[in-house]
Nanobody
Framework: VQLVESGGGLVQAGGSLRLSCAASGNILTINVMGWYRQAPGKQRELVAAITSGNSTNYADSVKGRFLISRVNAKNTMYLQMNSLNPEDTAVYYC??????????????WGQGTQVTVSS
């Protein structure tokens, strides 16, 4: 399964960005799609996740500011990030979990996209 991320960049505090993640390959199902982030010197952490049934989970630090969504027909996920602050600066990674043809599980990561928020 290949993941292509886009949408990162530099933005001023209070601004917005929208990240996209598109999955391709011999995919049977995508069960959970999620965004993680890793800031310099810190561990990678879950930002938000969404199931195939559109149940969502958010880190407390982004609740009310970020919105995760997916388009199942396109195997694509989005992260709308609003009211960004410098603490949101990190490399953001897309992650998907599910099954490929032949009923093998997969757990794939994107290459990461840099989000930088200036004060």
């Amino acid at each position: 399964v290949q993941l292509v991320e886009s949408g990162g960049g530099l933005v001023q505090a209070g601004g917005s960005l929208r990240l996209s993640c598109a999955a391709s390959g011999n995919i049977l199902t995508i069960n959970v799609m999620g965004w993680y982030r890793q800031a310099p010197g810190k561990q990678r952490e879950l930002v938000a996740a969404i199931t195939s049934g559109n149940s969502t989970n958010y880190a407390d630090s982004v609740k009310g500011r970020f919105l995760i969504s997916r388009v199942n027909a396109k195997n694509t996920m989005y992260l709308q990030m609003n009211s960004l602050n410098p603490e949101d600066t990190a490399v953001y990674y897309c992650n998907v979990k599910g099954w490929i043809e032949g009923w093998s599980k997969y757990d794939s990561w994107g290459q990461g996209t840099q989000v930088t928020v200036s004060s």
